[in-house]
């Protein structure tokens, strides 16, 4: 933690700066200086530590994240918010690092030189994008950790187990080669203006990969399999070479149906499949 700083409420900068939560980019800020504290301190002690927050907005997750210690790196792409962050930055010499413009556009690895933690109120309409880019980067990863808020239904499927309506390709994407758990809950009243759903904050750390996977097999193997999620695997599988031979070689019924197969088999299936081009 840092000494603390003495800014004004979160609500009267919002007021001064004329701020109000856009609905084309999915925003819902977040005032409950308590919650924000909350949720900076899932990734553990932050002390002096690089993270990178995407949609800041008005600040409300920044400054909790510059209280516990961060070095924060800040990507905002509506630049009405802008001056509230800079006067963050005025309020914490040396420690925000503000980039004004669109995340799924900016090379965020190039940003670091040590592996950040990843924290932040993901605008709505771009979260999941965001989320498939960062489990989808080279192993291990670029990042230390991600601590991302989501509608309650996105990160139930992020965690979803074997047999579940939520299991399907999200939850193999975040779990083959990562932990991947909710952390809090956070009700739909904490936001301003409130959105219709329930949110959850997930915590997601990397583990180490499989030996001898192509990511590029198990995603095609799971696109297969649960695009067509209510057929069997005979049938939905057979659109990509070689995936019935593996299912018969390793003894799975191919009249099961994709939410049936556990994050093993399905790793399993694609490590059969690397000699095929």
Same mark, same amino acid.
């Given at each position: ?149 989501? +509608? @309650?239904?996105?990160?139930? !499927?992020?965690?979803? #187990?074997?047999?579940?309506? %939520?299991?399907?390709? &999200?939850?193999? *994407? $975040? ?52 695009? +067509? @999620?209510?057929?069997?695997? !005979?049938?939905?599988? #057979?659109?990509?070479?070689? %995936?019935?031979?593996? &299912?018969?070689? *390793? $003894? ?26």
């Amino acid at each position: 933690m840092t000494s603390p700083v003495d800014l004004p409420p979160l609500r009267e900068v919002i007021r001064e700066h004329g701020l109000s939560a856009s609905k084309a980019l999915g925003q819902n800020f977040l005032f409950d200086s308590q919650l924000l504290a909350r949720i900076a301190a899932i990734p553990g002690d932050l002390t002096d530590r690089p993270v990178l927050e995407i949609g800041p907005g008005p600040g409300g997750l920044t400054r909790a994240l510059l209280a516990a210690g961060a070095r924060v790196t800040a990507i905002e792409r509506d630049r009405r918010c802008i001056p509230a962050l800079a006067q963050l930055g005025e309020a914490y010499p040396g420690r925000l690092t503000l980039i004004e413009g669109d995340a799924l556009a900016i090379d965020m690895p190039g940003l670091f030189d040590e592996a950040p933690a990843i924290v932040a109120n993901l605008p709505y309409n771009v979260g999941t994008a965001l989320l498939v880019s960062w489990l989808s980067a080279d192993w291990l990863p670029w990042w230390r950790s991600l601590t991302l808020m989501f +509608q @309650r239904e996105v990160a139930e !499927r992020i965690v979803a #187990k074997p047999g579940s309506d %939520a299991y399907g390709r &999200l939850a193999i *994407l $975040s779990q083959w080669r990562s932990h991947a758990r909710i952390a809090m809950p956070v009700h739909r009243s904490a936001f301003t203006p409130p959105p219709k759903v329930m949110s959850a904050v997930v915590h997601i750390t990397p583990t180490e990969a499989p030996d001898d996977i192509c990511p590029a097999k198990l995603e095609a193997i799971t696109a297969a399999a649960f695009g +067509q @999620r209510r057929k069997m695997l !005979r049938q939905s599988l #057979k659109c990509v070479p070689g %995936a019935l031979d593996a &299912l018969e070689a *390793l $003894s799975i019924d191919p009249t099961r149906r994709a939410e049936t197969l556990s994050i093993d088999d399905y790793v399993a299936i694609a490590r059969q499949l690397q000699p095929i081009a």
